[in-house]
């Protein structure tokens, strides 16, 4: 990444953070009034990218209505969760990300510069062109779709970012690609961004999920969850070493279950959560959730839950709003 271009970007992004939309709107939360900042770049916009540099700020607590995925460029600075009971500090080459509606503020010490990358999506933006490509990863599914149901969460992700590390030539590409914007930008950055969140995802799983002291069954059903949408008995053999045979048998021993009886559960928990939590359609769900056509998705999802798709979710919505 030329030096010279990284820094006129870095330049150009701090000169152009004072002007976003980064103000404080009073919103309803449980019988009180918080803090919520909105989409603070242009509304014809899905995805922005900012470069904040800061000497000393106390943030008020805050909420946001997309997600951000902050990148600590240079310096430090320490994240503080509702209620002030909980601080972590956000080192030099860490990441830290939230979901819409997570709260935290930002305090920077005052005899410290830090610089931070700020990639923002916005929330309708991030389910339907990036959740369907991110929804067999497990580990991180539930950071990505608990948010569509507006809760209020602490919800966060943080770790260190290497200095080789593909995340960062990412946004570094980005930073410079939106600092010189043209009319192609937004289609640019949305692959970028969607690498950018395979790469965090992949990063994730090397440094929170440890397989080591689970059972292999338990390892079975993880990889099952995680390529729902491709796997089988004969590439789970392959996978693990083992007979089919074996696998069958170990499995129904120590769960109770077959494969099929495993994969069908994990499909309906997962097209559950996305038909409660997105606007996606039918037919993208059934894709994502390994089915050849919306018409088996339907059948499978009627036999185990003995009623449509649509009419469960509006028996859930009911029964919360009862």
Not at 25 to 38: A, L, N, W
Not at 52 to 72: A, C, I, M, P, W
Request: aromatic letters at 14%; charged letters at 25%.
């Amino acid at each position: 990444m030329g030096n010279h271009n990284l820094r006129a970007a870095i330049g150009k992004l701090q000169d152009e953070f004072p002007t976003l939309g980064f103000v404080y709107h009073d919103i309803p939360v449980g019988g009180r009034i918080e803090k919520m900042y909105k989409w603070p770049g242009p509304e014809d916009e899905d995805i922005l990218i900012t470069v904040h540099k800061s000497s000393g700020v106390q943030e008020l607590f805050h909420r946001h209505d997309f997600f951000y995925f902050n990148y600590t460029y240079r310096g430090q600075y320490e994240s503080l969760s509702y209620k002030y009971d909980h601080k972590i500090t956000i080192r030099e080459n860490e990441l830290y990300a939230g979901q819409p509606f997570a709260g935290h503020a930002l305090f920077v010490h005052d005899n410290q510069e830090t610089i931070i990358f700020g990639v923002l999506i916005k929330r309708d933006t991030f389910f339907h062109s990036f959740l369907p490509m991110l929804s067999t990863s497990s580990s991180l599914f539930r950071f990505f779709i608990d948010p569509a149901t507006d809760h209020y969460s602490e919800e966060f992700i943080h770790f260190k970012v290497e200095n080789n590390c593909t995340v960062r030539t990412l946004l570094e590409m980005m930073v410079i690609e939106y600092a010189f914007r043209k009319e192609d930008t937004q289609d640019i950055l949305k692959p970028l961004v969607l690498a950018f969140l395979m790469q965090i995802t992949r990063r994730y799983s090397s440094v929170y999920l440890d397989s080591s002291g689970q059972r292999l069954s338990e390892r079975i059903v993880h990889y099952m969850s995680e390529h729902m949408d491709t796997v089988t008995l004969k590439e789970l053999a392959l996978r693990f070493s083992y007979h089919p045979n074996y696998i069958s048998t170990l499995m129904r021993r120590e769960t109770g279950k077959t494969f099929s009886e495993i994969l069908l559960e994990l499909r309906m928990d997962r097209a559950v959560t996305l038909l409660k939590c997105t606007t996606l359609p039918i037919d993208e769900i059934s894709s994502m959730l390994g089915y050849s056509n919306s018409s088996n998705f339907h059948k499978a999802f009627r036999e185990y839950y003995h009623c449509s798709p649509r009419a469960y979710v509006h028996s859930t919505l009911l029964n919360t709003s009862a």
